[in-house]
């Protein structure tokens, strides 16, 4: 009930958060990962997550999908569909790129008969039409992460048909584009940034690229590091589209890049 | 005059790759898809026919003259030892006779009812083994000793329980190959990726489905690697079997081998070892289908 007024509430005002979390630790065992996070993704908002290694960035984003419990604090998605997006595409190999799209859809309780079409139109979004019934070791590295990308967006459609709004919608993406070659990432920034107005998402993401976090997001949230806390939040002022190699980016990665060192030297002899 | 209208132009090219220029994205995008992709090249089917039957021809011509010079060299007078010359022409005749396709065909029928015991046992006792930990820690260590255990040791007992019967076989055969089919499932259990399980949790599969949908599929290499081996160790257990255990009146290609050897019919007896060798090589071919059916599926073949 307390979900649903929120939901509604999220999508008419637009203060109401996509995620809300509030003062989350984690530990394992005696090593703390995530110390004391209190961070907000608006609805709409692409948030870039930035830190070097050892900021708990994928503990924080497992806790997010519900994979994991914090140790502390509370974590409120308001009962929105939370996608999960990694660094490898982890698709099943045995299946083609349709069925593994389909399988997330079965699992969301899409009824069988609209899968196929449903999925279909996941793969025309990452502009992958045509290449259904390859398997995912057929395609680039590049071609792959977007069938990740239709399989989690899958993730996010009601099972119930038409009209609902994706609003409710969060995408959390752990380095998506970390080990792809830089022509097929700054591609991939172009079509991330349009299916997230396109579908009005919500974008957490998580990155150790500085110029990829100020390249997509609205704000970039800066973590230190063993354990992980907010450090320092920047808004990123620039108007969209962006392009990475442009002095405003490069200038604002500057910045950034400075507070991450000083943060990072806190950990040297 | 020149350096403005490049500068000119690179303003267009930027504009033209921003998000909203959707044909040009797409153009670009599939563009970079075509030229990782590459081309596809394939090669003829006589040509793979050819380059797939060359070397194992070759590895039984060697084989062949490798036995006709030992026979050359006199070492053993050729009622012990035949040559080729004379063996060949024995198994030509001998493929030829009903008695011997009878005794095959039990063979194959005794092989085939273990083996497919030995997968029910097997996929029983490994699924079991990978839900419990106490079993694991109970039984895991034992089913690697039983799979290297030689199934001869276990004749003598068989044969106490079962007498000279078909059981008495069929009860070493499965102890030969079971415990290898349980360790094939449950290896490939184990090395189910966690990212793929991550992947799979993500998605909210759970329970049976997880299984059905994610553990199974991903521990199918494993599991028909195991049916491989454990296929292997059938065919020696029960070929021992056929040996020990012989049924009056049950011809098998153990006991044709046995009488040969007892009558001194050795080019028969050489002809009955290879029939045994090339079926166990059709059959590890069959599973060689199989697994590279797989492999090729999933993006693991070589080529």
Redesign the interface.
Known sequence: MTQAVQAAASRTVPSGAAVRLDGVSKAFGPLLALDDVSLTVGPGEFVCLLGASGCGKSTLLNLVAALDRPSAGTIDTAGRRVALMFQEPALFPWLTVTANIELALKARGVPRAERRGRAAELLALVHLAGFERKRPHQLSGGMRQRVALARALALTIDAEPAGKDRAGTLLLMDEPFGALDAMTRDLLHDEIERIWRERNLSVLFVTHNVREAVRLGDRVVLLSSRPGRVVEEFPVPLDRPRRIDSPEVAALAGTITDRLREEVGRHGA | MAPDVRTKNDATD?ES????A?PE??R???G??AL??GGETRRNPAARAWSAVWPMASAVAIALLAWQVVVWSGWKPSYVLPGPADTLPELGRQVTTGSFWGAVGLTMQRAVLGFAVSVLVGTVVGALVTQSSVLRRAVGSLITGLQTMPSIAWFPLAILLFQLSEQAILFVVVLGAAPSIANGLIAGVDYTPP??L??G?????RGL?LYR??VL??S?PSFVAGLKQGWAFAWRSLMAGELLVVISSHTSLGVLLSQAREFSQTDAMISYMIVILVIGIVMDRLFGLVDDA?RT????AGD
């Not at chain 2, 790759?17 to 909203?20: D, K, L, N, Y």
């Not at chain 2, 949790?201 to 599969?205: E, H, I, R, T």
């Not at chain 2, 599926?297 to 693991?300: A, I, K, S």
């Open positions: 930027q790759s921003r998000p909203e959707r994205l797409s670009q995008i599939s970079l898809d990782e992709l990212i793929l991550r992947a949790k993500v998605m909210g599969l489905n949908h994610l599929p991903a199918l797989i599926r999933w993006g693991l």
